[in-house]
């Protein structure tokens, strides 16, 4: 099962819809390929989320920090039948599972200069460029947020006539939180119920515990900020470069928001490559 479908459904005790999902599409990659050929860099994705595994892939190259929103997938022209065969002879009522309609995505751009701090938003809008020319569903944009992060953000789906329309990002969402002590893990917790009861979307963290998360305090709050803000508030207030991974589940329907520390894969000095944390990666 790939990272994506486990984000899709972690957390979310899904036994049915896990059961009812097919195998693992034949032609899906376990992770985009990267290519160095001289100044240029060539990604190739397969996935149901093609854009978010390529991100993926660079930021373990690079060691980026790019966090994910995916443009939620709700008609036939961005959801695929999904379903087991043997599940569904079993259960010839049952709706089933779907998954979004991604595949084959390839970008080709110049090398980051790794010198550039610049470099990192350049070769990420080429990337999103690239992608947003392509059939996979949605369309994205690169946001530079105020703490200096970048996102990815979905901004455009496909509706039921097959033409797009512009959504607004359910972390664009301002909430207001009141300022008290508390751990992050209350915090994040909090935020996403706000969230949940201003939108009334679905808002399930999929992180089950962090230790981070959890003895570290952290005290945040305001009046209409957006809940993207508040949340990277309370990320940063741990010190380590945390990411966040934030999917959509249509079958549920839920958002699924996951986090993960930023990683480098480096050479482990005996022919393999070990993930380093990028606060801890050596110059």
Partial sequence: MSKTILWLTAGMGLVVLAAAQSAPVLNFLDRAVIRHDGHQVTV???????????????????????????????????????????????????????RPAGGVFT??????????????????????????????????VLR???NGQLAVIGEQVRGETGALRRISPVLDTPITLTRAERTVEETIN???ATLESATGKRIVFAELS??????????????????RELLEQAFASTQ?????????NADVPAYIISTSLAMKEESDGIGGHTLVPVDRVKP
């Fill in 190 to 192: 909090l935020i996403f």
């Fill in 107 to 140: 970008a080709t751009f110049p090398e980051p200069d790794t010198s550039d701090p610049d470099a990192e938003r350049l070769a990420i809008t080429r990337l999103v460029e690239k992608y947003n020319a392509t059939d996979n569903p949605g369309r994205y």
């Fill in 44 to 98: 190739v994705a397969n996935d149901s989320l093609p854009l978010l595994q390529a991100i993926d892939a660079l930021r373990l190259e690079y060691g980026w920090q790019v966090n994910w929103e995916s443009a939620p997938s709700y008609s036939d022209f961005d959801l695929v039948d999904d379903t087991s065969p043997k599940w569904r002879i079993a259960h010839p009522t049952e709706p089933g599972v779907t």
């Fill in 210 to 227: 962090h230790s981070l998360f959890i003895n570290t305090q952290v005290n945040i709050g305001g009046e209409k900020i957006k809940a």
């Fill in 240 to 248: 380590r470069p945390i990411l966040y991974d934030l999917c959509y």
């Fill in 144 to 146: 530079a947020e105020p």
